[in-house]
């Protein structure tokens, strides 16, 4: 058996020789490091960012799809799914056997495993594909391992977890685009319509990026170079023989000729990519067409014109898959983004009539949301699915107008139960929005109590610097409601929203929490100044003053119920 302390020393010179390390594990990604959130909400960022690289290695039938299972094995681990993550690893080195990041993040795994001789032998196996520490050449083009290599790792940032602001979104979006560069630079022998599949994710990269800067309001000129070179990735990728990534590039293409206007002076790009009479619409009408026979690729357009708030759009996107595929079980997703669809327009024309902009809006609207998410629990039951159907049962068992009062006790149990049904799920009590649903629901079953431990658990639930605040406000109206039933005390009502407003401080930001503070101070006039009075009485002057500072600052009022459409 090989000295262990040997075999170190040989990694060491190993990675003193290299100009680049492969496998994942030591990527500056947040996934790597310790965890600066609680433990239950790391393992739920991770699965949750797992199940959706599961939705993407179906759609990869290419090399890109060993990028895609070396990161699920990085997850197994993290999840400390170790025997799973050593089964996705060496899968991957038996189909792949030139596969650098499998055999390094095989003898990572073996290392924990204390597996001595096995970390040697893939160690050993490592070297001897990168032509180091070897006097046997390998067969095949080290370069060529090493580009893909590379572009594995660069594709691995698009999934990290834990992102505390949009610096560090930025700073790994630029992490990943390093890495994809580096493997272009080695990548002369690699196939063209491999590259295309690199050129793709660098554009979706890239259009991230610019989206964080034009929200930032940067100068433009910061956002040119990027945005000029996303044009020419794309133009690549519409030349792909994959229809998938062919058609998603045309939407793409379409999204950034819509930023155009955001620019003083038309971008070059546009020019030089021979896109200067070319539109939006037509980019997405090409994207629509080469997809019009391919119900994946037609479901994650229908998503990105669902995110784009492109809602008729994308539901003749979705009408489109149904015609083609029309069984729930195979083709449950354009269902549920149908659903999810009809959700966001009720909702908007509710947002719209509250405004004063439009009547009442259009319930039926919620009815075939039920229909198509029934359809799918039917056969192939979810989390997601079950808190949808519970979110369109939620609303029509409430007044529209206001949410003060039911107007269908049945559909507010039938919501419950699907809450219930979607909490028996891995994932189902981590998350807020159950919580706030659930919350709501038994706030108008007249059950307070029970609502104000739901709003709580929903705050607990938050990530830190969430914008997702209405937990908070239902909380604090909850209370007021209990103290002008007399059902709760100043005293004891003075403590809860004391706490509650400094951890709500503390997991939100301060404007977000002083633009709820408003809305329930101007809903609630009477009990604030009622509890203003008490507070004064006991000398807590300082939150009373808070309270009133809040009245006279002019905060824009936050989306309807934005909180449901985060999951």
């Known amino acids: 058996m090989e000295n ?8 060491d010179t190993l990675i003193d020789e290299m100009d680049y390390i492969p496998g994942h594990f030591h990527l500056e990604m947040n996934l790597n490091f310790e965890p600066c959130s609680p433990v239950n909400f790391r393992g739920r960022d991770m699965k949750l960012k797992r199940d959706s690289l599961m939705y993407e290695l179906e759609l990869e039938s290419g090399s890109q799809q060993f990028a895609v299972r070396n990161l699920l094995g990085v997850f197994s681990f993290h999840l400390e799914e170790m025997e799973q993550a050593k089964e996705i690893f060496l899968s991957i080195s038996q189909e792949d056997p030139d596969n650098l990041n499998a055999w390094a993040n095989l003898a990572y795994v073996y290392d924990r495993l204390d597996s001595e001789q096995e970390e040697a032998d893939c160690t050993k196996k490592l070297a001897h594909l990168m032509g180091l520490g070897s006097e046997d050449e390998s067969q095949g083009d080290p370069r060529l391992r090493a580009a893909r ?3 594995e790792q660069g594709y691995a940032y698009v999934f990290d977890i834990g992102l505390l602001d949009e610096e560090d979104r930025m700073e790994k979006l630029m992490a990943g685009l390093m890495l994809y560069d580096k493997a272009l630079a080695y990548a002369q022998q690699i196939p063209l319509e491999e590259k295309r599949s690199w050129y793709f994710t660098m554009a979706t990269l890239y259009i991230r990026l610019d989206g964080i800067l034009m929200n930032k309001g940067n100068d433009e000129q910061k956002r040119l170079p990027s945005f000029n070179r996303t044009l020419a990735l794309l133009r690549q990728v519409t030349k792909s023989s994959n229809s998938h990534y062919r058609a998603l590039a045309w939407c793409y293409l379409g999204m ?34 080469i997809a019009k026979d391919n119900p994946p690729t037609l479901n994650r357009l229908a998503k990105i014109f669902h995110f784009l708030g492109k809602q008729e759009m994308a539901m003749g996107i979705c009408n489109m898959a149904l015609d083609v595929l029309q069984n729930p079980e195979l083709n449950w997703q354009a269902y549920c983004t149908r659903a999810e669809i009809r959700i966001k327009l009720y909702l908007r024309d509710l947002e ?24 799918v629990v039917k056969v192939c039951p979810c989390l997601k699915t079950y808190l949808d159907i519970g979110q369109v049962y939620y609303y029509m068992g409430v007044d529209a107008m206001q949410e003060l009062f039911p107007v269908d006790e049945t559909a507010l149990d039938n919501a419950l139960e699907f809450f219930a049904k979607a909490m028996e799920f891995d994932l189902g009590d981590t998350l807020p929005e159950i919580q706030l649903l659930r919350g709501k629901c038994l706030r108008l079953k007249n059950e307070e109590s029970n609502a104000i431990e739901c709003f709580k658990r929903a705050i607990e639930l938050d990530d830190m610097g969430s ?25 004891m009502l003075m403590q809860e929203v004391e706490l509650w407003v400094k951890k709500a401080e503390e997991k939100y930001t301060k404007q977000r929490v002083r633009q709820e503070l408003r809305l329930v101070c101007r809903n609630h006039t009477t009990e604030v100044i009622e509890l203003s009075k008490a507070m004064v009485t006991r000398g807590n002057t300082e939150l009373v003053k808070m309270l009133f500072e ?18």
Do not use: W
């Open 4 to 11: 262990p302390e040997e075999a170190e020393v040989d990694i």
């Open 256 to 289: 950034l000729l819509e930023r155009k206007e955001t620019f003083s002076t038309t971008p070059m790009g546009i020019h030089d990519c021979g896109y200067s009479g070319t539109g939006p619409l037509d980019c997405f009408g090409k994207a629509i067409e």
């Open 352 to 375: 719209r009539a509250k405004m004063g902009l439009g009547g009442i809006p259009d319930r039926k609207n919620l009815t075939r949301a039920k229909e198509d998410l029934e359809s």
């Open 149 to 151: 290599c590379l572009a």
């Open 467 to 491: 914008t997702y605040t209405e937990s908070f406000r239902c909380l604090m109206e909850t209370l007021l409601i209990l103290f002008s039933q007399k059902r709760v005390n100043a005293e």
């Open 550 to 567: 809040t009245i006279k600052t002019d905060f824009s009022k936050p989306k309807l119920n934005e909180r449901s459409f985060s999951f």
